[in-house]
């Protein structure tokens, strides 16, 4: 099975970028998705595919995709940033399945 | 508006059976393909089973395979997901999520709360 390897933590000042990190093999040719979850709510999409956002998200969130990781960037980081981040793919072989990374959480300081 | 709204969680002894509901407006129900997605306490999102639009292709997590049905209305508008020979490893937060296609997932559900335990 397809696996997604995110860092549990990560950490940044307001008004500073934060950049999360998402690895799989050869994840560049698969398109990648990206959720934010504040405690006791759903999940909300912050990016797709690779580097759209959903309307309503700032441009403060971006994303990109090459090679064996995707990175999703928060720039000028507010409080209201600190949630769990979540990447994802859809694993198109001969199982096709949902896979999420195991989320990161990102505590702005 | 866009909305999901999960039902018929609760609480289930080990080897029993529940079934979840998720009934949708906003959209037109049946262009879009919808997904359960559970996420146990303190713990990161799992993805679980999806089912497409006309119910030609659907999908199992491994850890689920052959206890839970995922099957769909698209009279009702509504999504379902059967859960029979629960485990305690079942408990978990039940989310519906709305997809376009085998991709992402635009829209959630608040999630219904499932707990396997004697």
């Known amino acids: 099975s397809y696996v997604l390897t995110q860092p549990p933590s990560a950490s940044v000042a307001p008004g500073k970028t934060a950049r999360i990190t998402c690895g799989g093999n050869?994840?560049?040719?698969?398109?990648v998705h990206w959720y934010q979850q504040k405690p006791g709510q759903a999940p909300v999409l912050v990016i797709y595919?690779?580097?759209d956002r959903p309307s309503g998200i700032p441009e403060r969130f971006s994303g990109s995709n090459s090679g064996n990781t995707a990175t999703l960037t928060i720039s000028r980081v507010e409080a209201g940033d600190e949630a769990d981040y979540y990447c994802?793919?859809?694993?198109?072989?001969?199982?096709?399945?949902?896979?999420f990374g195991g989320g990161t959480k990102l505590t702005v300081l | 508006e866009v909305q999901l709204v999960e039902s018929g969680g609760g609480l289930v002894k080990p080897g029993g059976s529940l079934r979840l509901s998720c009934a949708t407006s906003?959209?037109?129900?049946?262009?879009?393909?919808m997904t359960w997605v559970r996420q146990a306490p303190g713990k990161g999102l799992e993805w679980v089973s999806s089912?497409?639009?006309?119910?030609?292709?659907?999908y199992y997590a491994d850890s689920v395979k052959g206890r839970f049905t995922i099957s769909r209305d698209n009279a009702k508008n509504s999504l379902y997901l059967q859960m029979n020979s629960l485990r305690g490893e079942d408990t978990a937060q039940y989310y519906c999520?709305?997809?376009?296609?085998?991709?992402?997932?635009?829209?959630w559900g608040q999630g219904t709360l499932v707990t396997v335990s004697s």
């Open positions: 595919l690779d580097s």
């Open positions: 906003g959209f037109i129900f049946s262009t879009y393909t």
């Open positions: 089912i497409s639009s006309f119910s030609d292709y659907i």
């Open positions: 050869d994840i560049g040719s698969k398109s």
């Open positions: 999520a709305r997809g376009p296609g085998t991709g992402y997932y635009d829209y």
């Open positions: 994802q793919v859809w694993n198109s072989n001969s199982d096709p399945s949902g896979v």
